[in-house]
């Protein structure tokens, strides 16, 4: 997806970097706008994540609305709560899967299904896009601790190449 979104910034480097912020983080383009959710998010702060002005955010941001294609994507985003970090404040689990090919399908099916069949909730499941990530991750946070022995378990899954408990 993102070498198509990609193209349409082809001159334009700067321009891409602010795109692929917002498509990573989920953040929508509506009215000449940024937004988390509902949230109006202010181009010197995106352009301060991307490391560019602000110009550079306002004209990506008309690239972007001036491009039917792209608009149907960046007008839709949403941003996603991701659990990983306060899993542990909860009582939860996090596991880190990391694949031998992130296009091999069924991965998250099979891991997700050993975490299931062991009688462990499933409060979160996200996983990185390829495209956008030099290593993309499924990432689980479960409700209850996972036990050691389903480790060599989800580690003999098709497509995993690690496992790492967070």
């Not at 998010?41 to 991307?50: N, T, Y």
Request: aromatic content about 6%; overall charge neutral.
């Amino acid at each position: 997806m993102w070498k198509q979104i990609a193209n349409h910034f082809g001159r334009y480097p700067s321009q891409a970097k602010v795109a692929k912020l917002l498509l990573e983080q989920g953040f929508r383009v509506h009215q000449g706008r940024i937004y988390a959710g509902d949230v109006e998010l202010g181009d010197v702060a995106i352009g301060k994540a991307v490391g560019v002005d602000r110009r550079i955010v306002k004209s990506a941001v008309e690239t972007i609305e001036s491009t039917p294609e792209l608009m149907r994507v960046f007008s839709k985003l949403r941003p996603t709560s991701f659990l990983i970090e306060v899993a542990s404040e909860m009582g939860w689990s996090a596991i880190e899967i990391i694949a031998q090919n992130a296009g091999t399908p069924g991965i998250v099916a099979e891991v997700t299904g050993v975490v299931a069949n062991a009688g462990i909730s499933i409060r979160q499941a996200i996983v990185t896009d390829p495209d956008l990530s030099t290593e993309p991750r499924l990432y689980i946070i479960t409700e209850s601790p996972v036990p050691p022995e389903l480790i060599p378990v989800m580690k003999n899954c098709r497509g995993v190449k690690s496992i790492i408990l967070l």
